[in-house]
């Protein structure tokens, strides 16, 4: 135990995620995530035409053409309803926690 005098141990800090959501069929997949805050959302639209991930509060706009992929990092609490404004009947909802 002496080896450990003078170290300070510090809580570990959780690790930022990246939470993938699928675009596909026109739909989000899942439709509803929960996330930590400074944790990343990543769509990938598996369609054959552009999507966006639009939040209903205008706190993010992502455009996510064709068969490529568009992220957003969470940095805020609370619950973000989005939808494709391209194709509004696709809504989704992004949950973050502290």
Known sequence: MAALAGVVLL?????????????TKF??????VTAKVGDTI???????????????NKGFDVKLPANKSGSVTVKK?????????????M?????VKK
Request: proline letters at 8%.
């Open 77 to 89: 609490a609370g619950t973000f309803p989005y939808f494709c404004r391209f194709h509004p009947m």
């Open 27 to 32: 739909s989000f997949v899942p439709a509803s």
């Open 11 to 23: 809580p570990a800090m959780a690790a930022a995620e990246t939470i993938t959501v699928q675009v």
């Open 42 to 56: 990543e769509w990938v639209n598996a369609d054959f035409v552009d999507h966006t991930a639009t939040a209903a």
């Open 91 to 95: 809504k989704g909802t992004i949950t």
